[in-house]
């Protein structure tokens, strides 16, 4: 992978957090703190504003160097919350979060589809936009995010959490993802988003079989060609319980060792993940090995 730096913050004037990300010298870790009470893994655990600046600490401390917040459940069946109930999850936390001199040096990321969402948590302080529908969902989302002027996850999906595990069915799977993340890198750029701001995460689980998404994790290097930060989120998915013949998502952790590490062998820049320190150990290693 070739090696650029880049600052995950914008020019929007805000209360925010700028880092210079050095892609290809070593893995960043995303935390994952889902406000939601339905998320596969960790629903209705950090509900509370109290819980969730309790967890995000504890991710910081550990390790995780961008801090990603959602208030809507993409988990497969996932009922879709109302715009209203989405900002009353997610913008207190990212208010806290922001007056809270622990966290003035870590990126903190939306995980939304809305434009409006996504905007009014720039204004509270988030830094990056972080959309599993690569800008599909809300025709608003790539202007709004040009003119808020920050950082883009274009991420592959079909469908909505209610429709994606039906729409499976591809004549070349890696193929049909490339030619949509290309796609969405050349509409983020016509509607003024710089190439240096977008990062693609190929979707992993997300309208993907058990089988497609190893698959995309054995091929995961031929996205380097898209010429992106890659970004990558297997974190205690369904795929490694299929592996591990394991229902409970808190015990996938070394299954999601093992495809983190399989990630960063072909070329991820970011992995997604729940359990930081373990994460944090294994990126180190593995970037021993492939970084070197």
């Excluded at 809270?100 to 988030?126: E, N, W």
């Excluded at 025709?139 to 429709?163: C, D, S």
Aim: proline letters at 4%.
């Amino acid at each position: 992978m070739s090696t650029s730096s880049g600052s995950l913050r914008g020019s929007t004037p805000r209360d925010g957090a700028q880092r210079t990300f050095l892609w290809g010298q070593q893995t960043y870790l995303m935390g994952v703190l889902n406000v939601t009470p339905d998320s596969f893994s960790d629903g209705g655990q950090f509900t509370t504003v109290e819980a969730a600046l309790r967890q995000a600490h504890q991710m910081v401390s550990e390790g995780a160097d961008i801090l990603d917040i959602g208030g809507q459940s993409t988990r497969p069946q996932a009922d879709e919350v109302t715009l209203e109930a989405e900002l009353q999850r997610v913008i207190p936390v990212i208010e806290v979060l922001r007056r809270d001199q622990f966290f003035a040096q870590t990126p903190i990321s939306i995980d939304t589809t809305r434009s409006q969402v996504a905007h009014a948590a720039i204004a509270a302080g988030a830094d990056i936009i972080n959309d599993i529908s690569g800008g599909v969902f809300d025709p608003q989302m790539l202007h709004t995010t040009a003119v808020l002027n920050v950082p883009i996850v274009l991420m592959h999906r079909r469908g909505t959490p209610k429709t994606m595990q039906t729409l499976t069915q591809y004549q070349d799977l890696i193929a049909e993802i490339l030619q949509f993340l290309d796609q969405q890198i050349r509409a983020a750029i016509a509607a003024g988003i710089d190439r240096k701001q977008i990062v693609i995460d190929p979707g992993i689980g997300f309208a993907k079989t058990y089988d497609q998404s190893l698959q995309i994790l054995r091929c995961l290097d031929q996205f380097q060609r898209l010429n992106c930060p890659i970004l990558v989120g297997v974190s205690r998915k369904s795929f490694i319980g299929h592996v591990l013949n394991q229902p409970d998502p808190k015990q996938r952790v070394w299954g999601t060792a093992a495809a983190c590490v399989s990630a960063i062998a072909n070329g991820a820049d970011i992995v997604r993940v729940h359990d930081v320190a373990q994460m944090r150990d294994v990126c180190r290693v593995a970037d021993a090995i492939w970084r070197s």
